[in-house]
């Protein structure tokens, strides 16, 4: 487990029973009779990741009549979409290393991590199929629908230098914050707690969701190589303008490490001297002051909701968002 | 338009509205604001196809309180699941031509394959996400579960010669069968047609998509590469063994054949050879003879049901597979 799910885990002491419950089921939900899909699911489960999407479904389920089982079948589908969107990234990407393991694509191969993908994305559906309630069902189908445009309109974006704030800012909508806001919304959809305490709970899932993308697009930057499990600068390498980038862009003496970047031929002494270019100029302070009026904007949400253990958790993870350094 | 389009049309002339009513509702329903997105699907689209989920749905649907709309619903769903894992087939087969036209990996990349595939499947659940019925959620779910499970399988068995009867037939119940067998059954559900009724027309499904597929498989070695849209013996130059090839593949003569085909090194006349010897076998009777059985079962199930266009046309359907040529 990495230093960053302990840290984070320490925030929901209280949840820690509803959280293992959840993996466990997860990892039965991946079961399959095929060896190798067997095998690349449970391999991309235990790369890990942070569980911040059951967390949210937990946390938000808590505001209204809680079940842990019904919650966990949200859950278990949210964090199976995920999944399944990462598997096809690193087809996209060719990435050989997430979360400082091989992926899926790079240990099998192409096909086996697209149909990994499917398959996962099948069992995601197949575990909320039975929770009653038609509106579930449609806000999943439209947030998939909203990831999946978000994932080929990167491939529109993708080296293209001519992009601005506002194109940036719906791709993160798409890759991350539409996914954490539904988890929030769906939790306490399931829970059925009132309209009201829905759409505030939405609203801090896709706030954080703004907060934490740019934070990641921050850390592919700030980070090391160990700290990362991949090198530092990989979006730029793969041509993905994050929220840093479009700050310095069009300064002179970036701008052709930009391209090298984008071309692909750049030199390891190159990249460091990149990473350092950017690390030393204003850019960074600039992403992270857009992240901190997005966590602002979360925790207003919060405002008006029950206190209580949830709560909490919830204003907790906020300000977790904001300080984490790897 | 093909022919054969025009001929399966022909069979259910009393429907026609309802058909062109769903081609609309398919092509509004892969609109997208990527150009690339809405390029490739209505490529994908125009390819056409015999749209005969959609027809299954409608008739299915004529057994129950018949709605349009909720059918055209249904039928959309379960055309872009269809559409979405062709797509994905087409990355993994690494076909270039699919129908006579080129296929979304060819035109455009294995990227934007993948990813279309992706938004079609996700328009595919937002088609049907407003169907207020719990057990339609379910099966679609565990349709497409099993559809993916077979992609893969598909993958474990490729090229692999030590295999028989029960794995062919495992793998085409779960490559066309069960989406067949779920269009009936969701049109009839869909309708609120009684149990009894569901499940006869989910099993005529079934076995008329285990015919269906059968002769697919015959016709790619029986008819010519211009009749196809690719080149015929496609499926064994991908590595597929079919029926008719597990009735000659350990034939001392063909097993060369079969050999160079697997190893990716046959030339032109050795493919033509390589035809004209299963033509000229058993194999394909053989193949025949099987789809026919699964022919009578399928009528077998229509007994009882109540008379009228719709049944005939289903009886229609299935005396047409048994002697499509193309």
Not at 20 to 28: H, T, V
Not at 82 to 108: C, F, N, P, Q, Y
């Amino acid at each position: 487990m990495g230093l960053e799910k302990i840290k984070l885990m320490s925030l929901y002491t209280d949840f820690r029973k509803d959280v293992a419950y959840i993996e466990k089921e997860l990892e039965r939900s991946v079961q399959s009779s095929s060896p190798i899909v067997r095998q690349a699911s449970l391999h991309l489960l235990k790369a890990g990741g942070k569980r911040i999407r059951p967390i949210f479904v937990i946390l938000a389920a808590q505001f209204g009549n809680y079940s842990l089982e019904k919650a966990a079948k949200v859950a278990v589908s949210l964090e199976l979409i995920h999944m399944a969107s990462l598997v096809h990234d690193d087809v996209i990407d060719d990435s050989d290393m997430r979360r400082g393991l091989e992926t899926v694509k790079a240990k099998w191969n192409n096909r086996v991590a697209m149909y990994a993908g499917d398959f996962i994305f099948s069992r995601a559906l197949t575990s909320i199929g039975s929770i009653e309630k038609e509106a579930v069902h449609r806000i999943l189908a439209e947030t998939m629908l909203e990831i999946c445009k978000g994932e080929i309109i990167q491939i529109d974006f993708q080296r293209q230098t001519d992009q601005g704030m506002r194109d940036y800012l719906q791709r993160i909508k798409r890759k991350t914050a539409l996914l954490l806001a539904s988890s929030c919304e769906l939790g306490a959809l399931s829970a059925d707690a009132d309209a009201e305490t829905v759409r505030k709970l939405r609203r801090y899932g896709y706030f954080t969701g703004m907060a934490f993308q740019i934070v990641d697009d921050i850390l592919d930057i700030t980070s090391t190589d160990a700290e990362l499990g991949k090198p530092a600068g990989s979006d730029l390498l793969n041509g993905h303008i994050t929220l840093p980038i479009l700050y310095i862009k069009d300064d002179a003496e970036f701008r052709p490490y930009m391209e090298r970047a984008f071309a692909g031929n750049m030199l390891e002494s190159d990249r460091q001297n990149m990473l350092r270019y950017i690390r030393q100029s204003d850019a960074i302070d600039k992403a992270q002051h857009v992240s901190d009026l997005y966590l602002e904007k979360a925790l207003k949400e919060l405002d008006g909701l029950p206190n209580g253990k949830s709560k909490k958790a919830l204003i907790q993870i906020a300000d977790f968002i904001g300080q984490r350094k790897y």
